[in-house]
């Protein structure tokens, strides 16, 4: 059970993870934040005459109705378009988007490094931590995109507020799939983020559990054997005895001459069978003495 929940948990959070990277890069490289237009209200009829209508991303604005129909132009980083937009509350609001534009970089490049850690974890699963990297790249994207979401939401708002009220004219504007997009990025990269750091975690104590314990390391002293466990671990083992050098050998020699006794010498008489010489000619001694003649 445990093993299906890790390759679970893998294959999951490789999923939101390759999701969340697709998605916001969509987002980033499309135009489709943002869809505005306005006019004004014909008084007859009481029907909407459309002046201006435009969608808008973080790089270009294209505009589908009025003087400026079918051209796209880049937006207002460096240089100034020469477009012609009908009123200058349109033109703050395609200005104050561009603080948020660094935010959904930033997300970007952070979970494209959260997918390749993420990948690499999964080949090498020993890498435990990477797991952990991975997750926090992960979470650390989602935020960065979510900040940049109210920035750009709150920038709208704050222009839409200060738009003078016309009873002749109206303006509507909403959120494009690009935007949509960016915004279920966000969900699938917590998610996956979240998911990696429970990888984390289970992947450690797995490791924990089959580790052994350092008590086995330890001498196991036994009361039934004076060498039991003594050596279990290297640290335990005695240093090597020294070789005996030639001098130490030959002064062990000579001492053990040195305390050997010298053997007793055993002597004999020859004597004649048949009666007692008083005056023995001569004695012979056997076992190291020395031979007498007299």
């Not at 135009?31 to 505005?36: E, K, Q, R, T, V």
């Amino acid at each position: 059970m445990s093993s299906f929940s890790t390759r679970a948990l893998t294959l999951l959070s490789s999923v939101f993870g390759a999701c969340g990277l697709l998605l916001v890069g969509v987002a980033v490289s499309t135009d489709y934040w943002l869809l505005m237009e306005e006019g004004i209200i014909l008084q007859q009829n009481q029907t909407q005459e459309v002046k201006m209508a435009l969608h808008s991303g973080l790089w270009r604005v294209c505009f589908v109705a009025g003087p400026e129909k079918g051209r796209c132009v880049a937006s207002e980083y460096f240089t100034e378009p020469e477009i012609e937009i009908t009123t200058e509350n349109t033109a703050n609001i395609l200005k104050m988007v561009r603080t948020a534009t660094p935010f959904p970089m930033v997300s970007l490049l952070f979970v494209f490094t959260a997918f390749v850690i993420s990948n690499i974890g999964h080949i090498r699963p020993q890498r435990t931590i990477l797991a952990f990297v991975s997750g926090i790249f992960f979470i650390l994207s989602g935020l960065s995109l979510v900040v940049g979401l109210v920035l750009y939401i709150s920038s709208i708002n704050d222009e839409v507020m200060n738009r003078p009220r016309e009873p002749e004219a109206f303006f509507h504007y909403r959120y494009g799939w690009s935007f949509a997009f960016a915004a279920s990025s966000f969900l699938l990269k917590e998610g996956a983020g979240v998911m990696s750091v429970y990888l984390f975690m289970k992947r450690y104590a797995e490791e924990e559990l089959y580790r052994p314990h350092p008590a086995l390391y330890r001498p196991r002293m036994s009361e039934c054997s004076d060498y039991s466990g003594q050596f279990l671990h290297p640290d335990s083992w005695p240093p090597p005895k020294r070789g005996r050098s030639a001098s130490d050998v030959s002064s062990d020699i000579s001492i053990q001459l040195n305390q050997t006794p010298p053997s007793q010498a055993h002597c004999y008489t020859p004597q004649d069978n048949t009666h007692t010489n008083t005056n023995p000619v001569s004695s012979k001694c056997v076992g190291g003495g020395t031979q007498q003649s007299g």
